[in-house]
């Protein structure tokens, strides 16, 4: 039901955007996050935001990576800017069934993306 898209390989310093699309009933009253996982490291959350429009960003991409939704085409976006070479990953996107007007910090969804990589070069 998630469809990820838009990764690829980029220079240091440079941008990309990441793509989700969600089918099905499930979008409305759902948070939606971006999650990364780089090679024997945890997943981790880079990206979240409610149905609502409440956001949230893990430090680590505050500043340079923003999330956005398009609630009528079920939408979520992921523009990074700014790359390094230390956010090579894995990149996934995920749905969390919720009724909350605000966004939580939390790694437990429902749905999960295929997963798109990333590749920073130096």
């Known amino acids: 039901q998630l469809q990820a898209s838009g990764g690829g390989l980029v220079q240091a310093g440079g941008s990309l955007r990441l793509a989700c699309a969600a089918s099905?009933?499930?979008?409305?009253?759902?948070?939606m996050g971006w999650f990364r996982q780089a090679p024997g490291k945890e997943r981790e959350l880079l990206a979240a935001m409610s149905w609502s429009g409440s956001r949230l960003h893990a430090d680590s991409v505050k500043g340079r990576f923003t999330i956005s939704r398009d609630n009528a085409k079920n939408t979520v976006d992921l523009q990074m800017n700014s790359l390094k070479p230390e956010d090579t990953a894995v990149y996934y996107c995920a749905l969390r069934r919720s009724g909350a007007r605000v966004v939580l910090p939390t790694t437990t969804y429902d749905y999960w993306g295929q997963g798109t990589q990333v590749t920073v070069s130096s």
């Open positions: 099905g009933r499930t979008f409305s009253n759902s948070d």
